[in-house]
């Protein structure tokens, strides 16, 4: 996925000999079509959806498409304006009946209206596909080998990118890629099961929402780099679960979200509501920001030496009672502590009452010139 994670483009464009916009050469060694190959290589799809989608493309597509009437009925649930460039086929077909002819992009285009998704055909020099309009200016682009007019006989499945950079085609993340082997019906389902997945993970906020969107992305068919770039509840965090529905506190509380495309995404979360932080790529500066959230204050609260205990853990008790805000302890507030070690990890559940012990950092005073005497001591 994107610049760093993009084996598949990158093997396609050397295979190919050219840049993902440059009009592809003939390859050395065309790709027969075996057995073997019913699922064709995943470097070839990511390759021309990604030339569709290139702004830097001889005939680039139009980010923004003239809105349009989605009047549908059962029978025929694509608007009229879109039909036509999407049953016009790459190959001469006279014995088509254009007005009976139904394309695996029909199929695809009513499964993803019956989920309440809108659809847009693009039509480029590059090829067709299918794309859907996210927030952010991002889009969703589904196709097969940059076609969506083919036969649903000759159907081997469906590719769906996320263009998650509006500035850059390149940045992309795969969302869905069909295994090959199953029906056009079939790989249409698994396909638009997993789009509606990520796109309720990306458009949604919280890190209830959030996490509860990732468990049902992890049930749909969708590609390692979706589940990887899927927000969720970092693992170890307040709320973590890694198999069941997650449910709001009734106080806030918070908590750390992350997620993978090029390197890691943090950010401080609530449990109680929809509340985010900004992007982090420190997990200490999330767990704060969540911490701002949850628990205003607590920067400006007493630090206490790591590791008092023995004789002075009543008087420690007495002195944080009348120095943290009452409540503060029993309402999941944190407890600061020094700490030696550079970039020690605020730890989750540490303190009292189940709070964050966060750690402030405070090096080791340098060994000074000693007197005789102490040193004998």
């Not at 075996?34 to 290139?54: G, I, K, M």
């Not at 069941?244 to 509380?253: A, D, I, S």
């Not at 920001?289 to 030496?305: E, K, N, Q, V």
Request: proline share 11%; charged share 20%; net charge neutral.
């Amino acid at each position: 996925m994107g610049r760093v994670n993009s084996k598949r483009r990158l093997a396609t464009a050397d295979w190919l000999g050219c840049s993902t916009t440059d009009p592809p050469s003939t390859p050395p060694h065309p790709p027969t079509k075996t057995t073997t190959s019913l699922r064709r290589s995943e470097a070839t799809r990511s390759q021309s959806l990604t030339r569709l989608a290139s702004p830097s493309g001889p005939d680039p597509p139009s980010r923004h498409p003239a809105p349009f009437s989605r009047t549908t009925t059962k029978d025929d649930p694509m608007p009229a304006p879109h039909k036509h460039p999407l049953i016009t086929t790459r190959h001469d077909r006279p014995d088509l009946d254009l007005g009976d002819y139904t394309a695996a992009g029909h199929i695809l285009w009513a499964a993803l209206a019956a989920a309440d998704i809108t659809p847009n055909i693009e039509q480029t020099s590059a090829g067709r596909a299918i794309h859907i309009d996210l927030p952010n200016d991002t889009t969703v682009w589904i196709t097969e080998d940059a076609d969506i007019s083919h036969l649903p006989t000759d159907h081997e499945s469906w590719s769906a990118l996320h263009f998650y950079d509006p500035t850059d085609s390149g940045n992309y993340v795969q969302v869905y890629l069909g295994p090959g082997g199953l029906t056009c019906e079939a790989d249409t389902a698994a396909c638009v099961s997993t789009i509606k997945a990520w796109i309720a993970n990306y458009t949604t906020t919280g890190a209830v929402a959030r996490h509860n969107t990732h468990l049902t992305l992890l049930r749909t068919s969708a590609d390692p780099d979706a589940i990887r770039g899927s927000w969720r509840i970092s693992y170890g965090q307040p709320g973590f679960d890694p198999t069941n529905p997650v449910h709001p506190t009734e106080r806030h509380t918070a908590t750390v979200i992350d997620r993978v495309i090029t390197q890691p995404d943090r950010r401080g979360a609530c449990l109680a509501c929809n509340w985010e932080g900004p992007p982090r790529r420190d997990q200490n500066k999330a767990v704060e920001d969540a911490l701002d959230h949850s628990h205003p204050g607590w920067r400006d609260l007493p630090t206490i030496p790591r590791g008092t205990g023995g004789k002075n853990v009543q008087r420690l008790r007495a002195y944080l009672d009348t120095t943290y805000p009452p409540d503060w302890f029993e309402t999941g507030g944190p407890l600061k502590v020094f700490t030696t070690t550079a970039n020690d990890r605020h730890e989750p559940g540490a303190a009292r009452g189940g709070g964050y012990l966060v750690k402030v950092h405070r090096p080791s005073p340098a060994a000074g010139p000693q007197h005789e005497q102490q040193s004998l001591i």
